[in-house]
């Protein structure tokens, strides 16, 4: 197991994610204990040290399934992370609460990693409004004991993350983003790090297989990285790609059978980082792949100043690019959901006066019609 050092800790550089464990007839609330407790099992004998779960995921019963797994082993043989669920802005005002109820579901007296969960546009304001003393409390369980690390989560546009930064960067410890080698330009993960690395924040990493789209590549694809590199399983390429970053430090995997944990401890057995030629053909396949359902948006923004309504026209289109290529997720959702209704898709108006300037050629109006109608909006 390759090992990852953080402050005065040893931590394994594969984290075992909780959020993906495996189900009983498929009904994501009711966990397989038996099969998620043999996995783990076998990531302790392995050396995975980093158990990572929230309030939300299984529906609320990854806690309690990790809780009961995990008494059976010391406690100083694993570090355990989980999160105040601020993606619920129905949760703000009871962090107290929550954070005592989740102590009592995981059977233990103090959490090794906390975090902020899931910083976005939708909460942002929330999470900084003294008046719900979120940071104030978990400074205070930090200064209890009851949390040793502090850090955040975050799916959030750059401008977004600065905000958070600004507020309460000095007190981060680590922050976790979704991170591989299709979104390092497509969601612009590289911004995201380099913000990171200019605040020495180590970064941890969540989708490193993007829900498991990275995992499975057409024949094309495939092919090209066999080449460059013969014996090379697919997935594995997602995490030489993370283990060519210096700041990445522990790198979740939601695993859901034991084929994956045997397949992500093979693979985690050493280090081998991408040569820049490798790094440019995975990125090259990104390319590909998001050009084949994305707009060619340059984000020029002659369009804004054309526009009566005044939307941000990049923006939405970076968006709609995301929505299309993932076939729905929650990103998109999430931040136009966020937006006043003049600042929708919806509030186009269909003049086209942007899309008399639009170097692209773009059919704007179209794709906001379009990107609206399949929000629901």
Known sequence: MIYKQFQDLKLSALGFGCMRL????????????????????RAMEAGVNYYDTAWGYH?????????????EYP?????LADKFPGYDLSNMDKVEEIFDKQLEKCHVNYFDFYLFHNICEMNIDAYLDPKFHIYDSLMARKKAGEIKHLGFSAHSNLDTMKRFLDAYGKDMEFCQIQLNWLDWEFQDAKG?????????????VMEPLRGGKLANLPDEYAAELNALRPGEGVPAWAFRFIQSLPSATVTLSGMSNM???????????????LSDREKAALLSIAGRMTAQTSVPCTACRYC?????????IPELLELYN??????????????????PA?????????CRSCEAVCPQQIKISEIFSDFSTKLGL
């Open 75 to 79: 406690r100083d043989s694993f570090y």
């Open 342 to 350: 003049e600042k929708k898709p919806s509030a186009c108006v269909g």
């Open 59 to 71: 529906n609320g019963n990854s806690e309690l399934v990790m809780g009961r797994i995990l008494r």
């Open 192 to 204: 995201k790090v380099e913000l990171l690395n200019q605040w020495n924040i180590p970064v941890w």
């Open 22 to 41: 495996p189900t009983v007839g498929g009904d994501i609330g009711v966990v397989n204990e038996d099969e998620a407790a043999s996995m783990v099992a």
């Open 322 to 339: 995301e929505f299309t290529f993932t076939g729905g997720g929650f990103i998109a959702p999430m931040r136009v959901g966020q937006l």
């Open 304 to 312: 804004t100043s054309h526009c009566p309504q005044g939307l941000e």
């Open 259 to 273: 084929d994956q944990v045997e397949d992500n401890l093979r693979t985690f057995q050493e280090e081998k980082p």
